[in-house]
């Protein structure tokens, strides 16, 4: 069926979501991008959210074989902020107006680490006076600790399910047991019952990943009524065994890296246009591909963004993917840039507002 069929009708069908995600020939990415855009304009206008995100320890329990703070990087120098500084961060995305704030670490499970972000989270209540959205993303856990957190003030928690089809999920992960897929998912369905607004999100171009895999991502998306969602291009990461798989099979070219941002922006719009009404962010690696990534994926149907406020000494050790933009920055520069870059394409941002996802809101007044 031609493109523009597929566009006009109203329920899209699994093969429909395939033929959209096939698409190649620039003029037709054009309309695809534009009708992602306009649904995202239908939904919310013209408004981007921002999500002002700390970083705040690189420390990590897990090995995934494509990112580089897996376990086994040696290289890589390891460090952890203090409550103060994260504190003093906070504060800072408060006054700002952002209105949101993510914190992101890597992976931990150990009684001291859930402590230190409960203190976290129920100082960064205190200090906004209950006024900023927080959101969570640090990764697998207990129930009890999830509902822990919860009751000190994370309401959003994103945990990437980096592809819903289990065999590839395996292909990029070590095979310890600690790596487990439906764990992954288990997890998703704990944070919906306690009541946060849940985001996942999978990476996009990795090696063996067809574009009915991709179909069947935003199927998932669907079936786990998520709410957000942080999805991107796989970016090589010079030190990690998937990266050095795919660079010796001649597999990162300019050509490679452009398909696997096009494929991105793909998803951005089919996945506005089926969903219609839930957050989704336009990611950083966008632009580690291309230098206007973000806008362009804030042109498909994106409306979220998250400029950096991890402390500057700390920005070159939390490297997951090789180009990550905006390291050498300050939070100010990020916040100021993004500004600009949202401006540039006609947005205007969603000051003050937490943003919270249409589709979570649907759902409570039901
Ligand atoms: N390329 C793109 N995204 C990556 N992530 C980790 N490593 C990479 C990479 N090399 C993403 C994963 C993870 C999130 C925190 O970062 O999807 O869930
Ligand atoms: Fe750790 Fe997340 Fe990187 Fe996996 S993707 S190694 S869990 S930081």
């Avoid at 976290?120 to 906004?128: G, Q, T």
């Avoid at 006076?129 to 994370?154: D, K, M, P």
């Avoid at 994103?158 to 289990?166: A, D, M």
């Avoid at 050790?317 to 990020?334: G, H, Q, R």
Wanted: hydrophobic share 40%; proline share 3%; net charge neutral.
């Amino acid at each position: 069926m031609a493109m523009e069929k597929i566009l006009q009708k109203t329920q899209l069908t699994r093969d429909d979501l395939i033929a959209l995600l096939s698409v190649t020939e620039p003029a037709e990415l054009q309309k695809l991008y534009a009708a992602g855009y306009a649904q995202k304009l239908k939904v919310s206008g013209n408004f981007d959210y921002y999500r002002g995100l700390i970083e705040f320890s690189n420390r990590c329990i897990k090995n995934c074989l494509y990112c580089g703070i897996r376990r086994d990087n040696t290289e890589v120098q390891r460090f952890d902020t203090t409550l103060q500084d994260i504190l003093t961060q906070a504060r800072w995305i408060y006054e700002q107006n952002f209105g949101s704030i993510v914190l992101q670490s890597g992976e931990r499970q150990d009684p001291e680490f859930i402590t230190f972000v409960e203190t976290v989270l129920r100082e960064i209540k205190k200090l906004s006076h209950g006024e900023l959205g927080i959101t969570l993303c640090v990764g697998e856990e207990t129930e009890a600790t999830y509902r822990r957190w919860f009751e000190a003030g994370a309401h959003r928690y994103l945990l990437r399910i980096e592809s819903s089809k289990p065999e590839l999920y395996q292909t990029l992960h070590p095979q310890d047991g600690h790596h487990v897929w439906q764990v992954r998912k288990h997890c998703l369905e704990l944070l919906r019952q306690i009541g946060y607004q849940v985001g996942t999100g999978v990476m996009i171009g990795l090696p063996g990943q067809t574009v009915a895999d991709l179909a069947d991502d935003i199927l998932f998306y669907r079936d786990m009524d998520i709410d957000m969602i942080g999805m991107g291009p796989y970016v090589v990461h010079h030190n990690t065994p998937l990266g050095k798989q795919v660079v010796a099979a001649g597999l990162d070219s300019k050509e490679e890296q452009q398909r696997r941002l096009e494929l991105s922006l793909k998803m951005i719009a089919v996945t506005r246009l089926f969903l219609k009404d839930v957050n989704i962010a336009a990611t950083t690696a966008l632009q580690a591909l291309h230098p206007l990534g973000r806008e362009l994926g804030l042109k498909a149907g994106a409306n979220v963004l998250m400029p950096v406020a991890t402390l500057p000494e700390f920005r070159t050790s939390y490297l997951l993917y090789d180009n990550k933009p905006c390291v050498a920055d300050s939070a100010t520069k990020c916040r100021d840039c993004l500004d600009a870059r949202i401006a540039a394409i006609g947005d205007r941002v969603g000051y003050g507002a937490w943003g919270d996802s249409k589709h979570f809101y649907k759902k409570q007044e039901q």
